[in-house]
């Protein structure tokens, strides 16, 4: 089993910033992709910002170059740092990996239990 904790989410002003943090333990062999995503009440989770093991980023239209994801593999953690934070950016953030779990190579999903971030005009 694996979990993910998130943390530094909170309520900033439009223009600040956060850096929200993931970290997975627990039975991990190695970790594949890791991710934020983002929903809101009501809304289908959608795909904030993802980084491949080899560093390798994808980013929505929305965040890029306002927001830049980064992981440290030893620590088994993913950041994503936020800036110039809009309103609409307002939503619960969830941590996402996808877990080697052994040396067969299967592959598990997992998610955090999410974070809220609330920007204020």
């Known amino acids: 089993q694996v979990h993910l904790v998130e943390s530094g989410g909170g309520l900033v002003q439009a223009g600040g910033s956060l850096r929200l943090s993931c970290v997975a333990s627990?039975?991990?062999?190695?970790?594949?992709?890791m991710g934020w995503y983002r929903q809101a009440p009501g809304k289908q989770r959608e795909l904030v910002a993802r980084?491949?093991?080899?560093?390798?980023?994808n980013y929505a239209d929305s965040v890029k170059d306002r927001f830049t994801i980064s992981r440290d593999n030893a620590k088994n953690t993913v950041y994503l740092q936020m800036n110039s934070l809009k309103p609409e950016d307002t939503d619960v953030y969830y941590c996402?990996?996808?877990?080697?779990?052994?040396?067969?190579?299967?592959?598990?999903?997992?998610w955090g239990q999410g974070t809220q971030v609330t920007v204020s005009s």
């Open positions: 996402h990996a996808i877990v080697v779990a052994d040396v067969r190579g299967g592959t598990y999903s997992y």
């Open positions: 980084i491949a093991s080899g560093g390798t980023t």
């Open positions: 627990g039975s991990i062999f190695n970790i594949n992709d």
